[in-house]
């Protein structure tokens, strides 16, 4: 047996025997289950319905807004234009009411886009508002084509609702938003790497640092090589750690199978149609959702999966090696902070690349680019794989991971087998350059 191979055995067999992996790797999910339990549980309870008092010295609104009143509703309307202003006020101030929609007797109709007030101890949400003003702005459209001798009911009938089907140049029809759906399968491949780099990469970092301070990498290092002992970490601790998420992923899906079973509880919430209203819609969506699983039946899903695991690889195998070389290089985690911030500014930067960039378009000179540098790349491309890559951009940029990699291990490799014997001295990036040297 190689000496890498028993390196990365010893290795594995630390991490998985250490008593807070064990802990977290059946605690986690436990944890993960129970949120999502608790959110489902959260879901089925009813909000508190909020009294609203409408007063309406117009007598145009007041029964505009009681219509609106529902049994499941947020928000309850009452009209309160019988009571006085300042009755009302008080109200509020004891919390009777959430809120007062005051609307003022006014000459001119105009004069209301201005002066209506609402009065609440607490600041109303957006769309709260916005939803006020849309049923006084069609109240007081419909006045004024009254007063103008218009035919409201012809203006209506006259109103054009234009719906786009979409089709493609083949004559195949096509659905709205496959490329959200599209994104968010790549951005889901994307995160996950870029979790297991952070998570794992650091665990690689600490390992460094603790044999570091023990002084046991000196009797290690007597008998392998820097480089071997480097490797060895990166891949012992990737095995561990993919062990690790799928007991996560087993345990998981486990549990949320029985909670919902056998407590009755959705652990995804899904919004409460009536009966008539889901079947009317379970009508009218179900030859959509047979396009859209069509559409997503011919995604490149085979490479999808080969290319996660690929960059998964590569891209823990590039980032690991940094995180191994600045564990050599300092005593404890907190001096390790300075070092950590232009490893971790690329993926942040991957991810926003993939969502603001690749939605828009995926083919573009930015996606493609970043799609290509090595640090980036295995998020970046995989949000572009789910539009379709040619492959010889995949190919170009797998060989320029991988060739990075190879690159950055000798690299890092130079600046371990330095700083893993430094004690007792922050390093500054001037005197890491210098050890590239040795």
């Not at 977290?24 to 508190?48: E, R, W």
């Not at 084509?145 to 209506?156: G, P, R, S, V």
């Not at 209203?277 to 069509?294: K, L, S």
Request: charged share 15%.
């Amino acid at each position: 047996m190689s000496i890498i191979s028993l390196i990365i055995k010893r290795e594995f067999i630390a991490k998985v025997r250490n008593k807070s992996f064990i802990v977290m790797t059946f605690l986690s999910p436990l944890l993960f289950v129970g949120i999502a339990i608790f959110v489902g549980y959260l879901s089925t309870m009813k909000a508190d319905t909020k009294q609203v008092a409408i007063h309406d010295e117009t007598g145009l609104f007041a029964n505009e807004f009681l219509s609106l009143n529902k049994n499941d509703a947020e928000y309850k309307y009452l009209d309160a234009t019988a009571i006085d202003i300042k009755s009302l006020k008080d109200s509020i101030t004891k919390e009777s009411y959430e809120g007062m929609l005051y609307i003022p007797k006014v000459t001119n109709d105009k004069d209301l886009q201005t002066k209506i007030q609402y009065i609440s101890n607490d600041s109303p949400s957006l769309s709260f508002i916005e939803n006020i003003q849309d049923v006084i702005a069609k109240k007081l459209t419909k006045e004024n084509y009254q007063k103008a001798n218009l035919d409201t009911l012809a203006i209506t009938n006259a109103e054009s609702k234009v719906a786009i089907s979409l089709a493609k140049a083949s004559g195949e029809q096509s659905v709205k938003g496959l490329n959200e759906i599209k994104i968010a399968i790549g951005g889901a491949f994307g995160y996950l790497i870029m979790m297991f780099i952070i998570i794992y990469g650091n665990m690689v970092m600490r390992s460094v640092i603790e044999e570091k301070t023990n002084r046991i990498v000196e009797i290690i290092i007597s008998s392998v090589k820097p480089f071997q002992l480097m490797m060895g970490k990166i891949i012992g601790t990737s095995l561990a750690g993919l062990l690790q998420f799928f007991i996560w992923a087993i345990i998981g899906l486990s549990m949320m199978l029985v909670a919902s079973y056998f407590l009755g509880l959705e652990t995804c919430p899904a919004p409460k149609l009536p009966s008539d209203a889901m079947q009317t819609a379970h009508q009218q969506m179900t030859g959509t959702a047979q396009m859209y699983v069509q559409e997503l039946w011919e995604l490149p899903i085979a490479t999808i999966l080969i290319s996660f695991v690929i960059y998964f690889i590569g891209g823990y195998f590039l980032y690991s090696s940094f995180y191994a070389s600045i564990g050599a290089a300092v005593d404890n985690e907190t001096d390790s902070q300075q070092f950590l911030l232009p490893i971790i500014m690329p993926l942040v930067l991957a991810v926003y690349i993939g969502f603001f960039t690749v939605i828009n378009d995926p083919h573009g000179t930015i996606a493609t680019v970043f799609s290509m540098i090595p640090l980036t790349s295995p998020i970046v491309m995989l949000m572009r794989i789910p539009f379709g890559v040619p492959l010889w951009q995949l190919a170009l940029s797998i060989t320029i991971l991988f060739g990075t990699f190879f690159f950055v291990v000798w690299f890092a490799s130079k600046i371990y087998r330095v700083g893993i014997l430094m004690y007792g001295k922050k390093p500054t990036w001037k005197e890491m350059y210098k050890w590239l040297k040795y």
